[in-house]
């Protein structure tokens, strides 16, 4: 029985076609994998189904009837569950107060039952077999431990659809067979079950059926997961397998490495990080979300503590304790969160590029006229053919390319000899992508040692020159690029699943 | 031992009793009857106040018109007395009826547009203290009758003040609230984690506007508290408000951005405040060594929080 259908559903945000006519249909009594690369427009699908987001066209129907949900809250009463790949939860409220949050009483002023609520709670912990007293604050759980209080909490709204994005990102082997286990059964009880996850195994081992979203369409809709086999879905998550890059494979340069870690561990978690990029050289860093990727690189600019291992730049070992000292030694960030962290946006183009060469443009007094910094910025923002109507544009009305390419503008203004670039190409058009990349090649001809972090395969086969592949906050292996997406894709594939079949 | 000390009001309780100790070894006229029913007014009126003040940091939000709230409320419980014959308990009624409106009215705004509860109390603050002076004119309503001035200066015995009724009330009303009832968890629950109260179904806009509402009414009834005090409708009822309406909360353990209050530290930050404001007409101290003492304290009770905060984040790591 079809529990829930999406029909062409479409959502554009500015500059981006997030989804183009997606389809997908949830049934009763079956676990559906919703599958693809990362910003093939899950999420999106995901916040559209529950009401985040409102689609632009296309249709949802839950049961047949026709469903459009305002917010989330109106989205569960109808019975449509999800766990969130953030954790959601109250962390000073108990397990039990979490779980029935919404139910803590009949009206506002309603007294709350603990004992009713601890009761109720632990009915569902027990189905979760986890073993806690449900008055322990949340605060006090494992991060594994709460990822089962929030499936639970979905669990007890009695969803005919649960739909749970990356539930078993923060599990253990061991702990994900539980929730298999409870997945199994409510299955069986006639739930819907769209389930989201990088890890195939997973898919394979519990999916009945299969969506795989490309570049916001629907690589494929709703198929029955027994006639494919891994290579099948993998192709249909990172497209044609024959995408050949348009540049030829760069020589490495012979230079020694600007930049090296070796046996790098910080307290964000990782562990044993080694890696190394030349003067010239483009060095991919790929991993699923949550791998770790923009966290070290955060942790490298002194965002973290270091807790072993060696930074070396120019060949000489540093300890960074801040940003400062990083663009002292010439490190500079471009982050992938370009409006949160990247940009000011309510400043001025001027402003925004020139932040970096402030303290050196500065005279003996301190002072700093615009004058001078228009003189440094300028030129770099020609040359990144940045359209602005002038430079005391506010940057926020600029598109996402034009800002993208102001927040590299200033690294190169203050002549970084080590560029670090996280997620470039998120939320810009095809056309500045393609020249982003022409720039980052740019960059490294003219000698800046590029670390690029990307989540977007065919962006890491067509730029970098070596890739390294980052797992769990450990760097699992190097990838040569030659340029073959299928070779360097399944090698980087190889090396990131390898490690969980093991 | 040590979980003694994770209660929020240990701390603050400890200071508190060494105060005490102290000054009146010092003093031993800190401890007459009359000082002590002095001393007992001022903390009922202000521990309304920093409970009005103290629902709001629980939504992690800041009230600061809560002053203007109580003053326009404290004017027109006596102008309706005075003006019109009202008789006090329907001018009582009046005016939590105003102070609520006013703060739901504040929560609405708030909620609907989304802008900072910072910006839109402090044109709350603008607007309703206008109200209150156009309506006095800048000039005291005398008019207070008798029963309300006696509420406001007599003891029910011995040196215990009739005000600390209302205290008792709001405090153990506020402590059930927070504790038992279920908006007063969702208040905490927007406090803690907006989104995750936001995906659970908790209807924002209306926990926000009940916070706001409760904020009013505290209001309210503080500044009718200070009328039966000071036993005029004064239009500068409220103006000094403030500082220690947060203050005493943050004292009192309260993290600002939210999710986290305790209804009894704050009841001794208040009395801290207050002893604090009663040594200096005890021992004739200069009163900017108040404010340095007061400043002081409000950065140790941050450090103490973000000592502990630190401590539980360790310990999740070590798990």
Redesign the interface.
Known sequence: MTALKVSNVSKSFPGVKALDAVSMTLTGGSVHALLGENGAGKSTLIKIMTGIHAADQGEITMEGRPVRFANPRQAAAGGLGVVHQERNLVTRFSVAENIMLDRLGANSLSRVDYKALAAEASRWLKQLDLDIDPMTPVSRLSVAQMQLVEIGKALSLQSRVLLLDEPTASLTPSEAQVLFRILRKLRDDGVAIGFVSHKLEEVFDICDTVTVLRDGKNACDSQPLKTLNRDDVVKMMIGRAERISRRAPRPQPAAPPFFELRDYSSAAGHENVSLSVRPGEILGLYGLVGAGRSELAKAVLGLARQTGGEIRVGGKPVKIGSVAEALDLGVGYVSEDRKGEGLILLHSVLDNAGITVWKSLANALGFLRDGTVAQKVGPVLRKLEVKTPSLDQTIGNLSGGNQQKVSVAKWIAAGVKLLIIDEPSVGIDIKTKAYLHDLIHELAEAGTAVLLITSDLTEMVDVADRVAVMDDYRIEGLVENDRNYERVSTAIMALIHGREAA | MNRLFDNDWVGPALVCLVAVVGISILQPSFLSPFNILVLLSAIAVNMVIALGQLVIIAIGQMNLALGAFGGLVAICFVAVMELYGVPPVIALLIGLAIGTAAGAASGFVIARTGISAFIITLAGLQIFKGINLGITEAQPFYGVPQSVKDFGNHAIFGPIPWLIVPMIIASVGMWYLFN????G??I??VG??R?????????IT?TII?AHAISGLLAAIAGMMLVARLQIGQPTIGDDWLISSFAAPVIGGAVLAG??VSVAGTFFGVVIIAIITQALVLFAIDPFVVQIVLGALILWAVGINRYREIR?AKL?EA?
């Open positions: 038992r009832l279920r908006i968890r969702y905490l629950a803690g984690n989104t995750a109260a936001e995906l659970s179904g908790i209807n209306a009940w999710g986290h539980v999740n798990r």
